[in-house]
Each structure stands twice: as structure tokens, then as C-alpha cells.
């Protein structure tokens, strides 16, 4: 079997190969959506604190005109110690912020009002899906929580898609 080169954590700076970040979001969509339903199952009180934290810093980021990927990986990090698995907040962690498209994303310039706007559009919806997400989470409701998983990687995907079009993700389409 050929070895896919994911933009793992510490790569090279080089921007990916579009067909590694396909497998990637195949590979988020199968184990992120598993991750999701058990931490439904097993969280306690103190990971509903967590990702609640996470949240909160995700829209203090998007209201500051951030990019709020150190909260998104913070609260997909919480989401990973909620399943009381240690093996999950392993194997996010050695991916890193990879995992997320938006990693690979150009920033828009600080006078690109539109694309500012687009992008705080487009992370107010991430953070709509991770809201879902957790009230999900918060009722210990498996079959809702991976379910709002899936959405919100299915739309992700279409948010990475449209960046791709606009030129603003930054991959490599072949070797």
C-alpha cells in the first residue's frame, strides 16, 4: 500500500497535494464522527467545561477578526479527552493543526473587506456546527453528536472546495 503524505504537524511548510487532503477529510469523516458519539457517551462535567472554553475563544477570535484555528484544535482536543481514549487524543495530537483545511488557507489581506467578511461569515458557521456539536454532546445524544459531526465535515469540505475555486487554499493538485 502507498504511503499518503498528510501536512502532518512539524511537515515541511510545503503546501499539500489536493489528494491528500481529499483522504484526509475520508479519513476525519470516519474517525471524527466515532469520536464524536463517544464522547457523548462518556464525557463528564469537566470536558462539557472544556469545549464550552474552547467555544467561547473561537468566537472571541472570530469577533477580533482571527482565524480561531487554536480554538477549533482546542476544542477538537477536548472532544478527543471526552472519550476517555486515550489512543483518539493521541493520534489528533500527532496531527496537529493539519487537520484542519483552513491550516492551508491564505489569510486575507487586512484590506480585502470582502474576503474578511467571508471568512468571518464562513467561521461563524464553523462555530454554529460545533455549537450543534456540543449541545449534542451535552444531552449524551451519540447518534445527534456524530451526526453533527458529519455535517459540519461535509460542509467543511464544501467551505475548502470554494476556497480552492476562489484560489485562496494553498495545494498542490499533483506532484
Request: charged share 25%.
Given at each position: 500500500?502507498d504511503r499518503i503524505a498528510f501536512p502532518l504537524k512539524g511537515h515541511t511548510g510545503r503546501?499539500?497535494?489536493?489528494?491528500d487532503l481529499v483522504a484526509l477529510m475520508e479519513m476525519r469523516l470516519t474517525l471524527e464522527t466515532q469520536i464524536a458519539a463517544l464522547a457523548a457517551q462518556r464525557?463528564?462535567?469537566?470536558?462539557?467545561?472544556?469545549?464550552?472554553?474552547?467555544?467561547?475563544?473561537?468566537?472571541?477570535?472570530?469577533?477580533?477578526?482571527?482565524?480561531?484555528?487554536?480554538?477549533?484544535?482546542?476544542?477538537?482536543?477536548?472532544?478527543?479527552?471526552?472519550?476517555?481514549?486515550?489512543?483518539?487524543?493521541?493520534?489528533?495530537?500527532?496531527?496537529?493543526?493539519?487537520?484542519?483545511?483552513?491550516?492551508?488557507?491564505?489569510?486575507?489581506?487586512?484590506?480585502?473587506?470582502?474576503?474578511?467578511?467571508?471568512?468571518?461569515?464562513?467561521?461563524?458557521?464553523?462555530?454554529?456546527?460545533?455549537?450543534?456539536?456540543?449541545?449534542?454532546?451535552?444531552?449524551?445524544?451519540?447518534?445527534?453528536?456524530?451526526?453533527?459531526?458529519?455535517?459540519?465535515?461535509?460542509?467543511?469540505?464544501?467551505?475548502?472546495?470554494?476556497?480552492?475555486?476562489?484560489?485562496?487554499?494553498?495545494?498542490?493538485?499533483?506532484?
Amino acid at each position: 500500500m502507498d504511503r499518503i503524505a498528510f501536512p502532518l504537524k512539524g511537515h515541511t511548510g510545503r503546501p499539500p497535494m489536493l489528494p491528500d487532503l481529499v483522504a484526509l477529510m475520508e479519513m476525519r469523516l470516519t474517525l471524527e464522527t466515532q469520536i464524536a458519539a463517544l464522547a457523548a457517551q462518556r464525557r463528564d462535567r469537566h470536558d462539557l467545561v472544556r469545549m464550552a472554553r474552547a467555544l467561547a475563544a473561537f468566537e472571541r477570535d472570530i469577533d477580533a477578526d482571527g482565524d480561531a484555528l487554536e480554538a477549533e484544535r482546542q476544542f477538537l482536543a477536548a472532544l478527543a479527552r471526552a472519550t476517555h481514549n486515550g489512543h483518539f487524543v493521541s493520534l489528533l495530537e500527532s496531527l496537529g493543526s493539519a487537520l484542519l483545511p483552513r491550516t492551508h488557507q491564505q489569510a486575507p489581506a487586512a484590506d480585502d473587506l470582502e474576503a474578511l467578511a467571508r471568512r468571518r461569515i464562513d467561521l461563524r458557521r464553523v462555530l454554529q456546527e460545533h455549537t450543534a456539536l456540543l449541545d449534542a454532546v451535552t444531552r449524551q445524544d451519540a447518534e445527534a453528536a456524530r451526526a453533527a459531526m458529519q455535517t459540519h465535515l461535509l460542509h467543511g469540505r464544501q467551505r475548502w472546495g470554494a476556497a480552492a475555486v476562489r484560489g485562496a487554499l494553498s495545494v498542490h493538485l499533483r506532484a
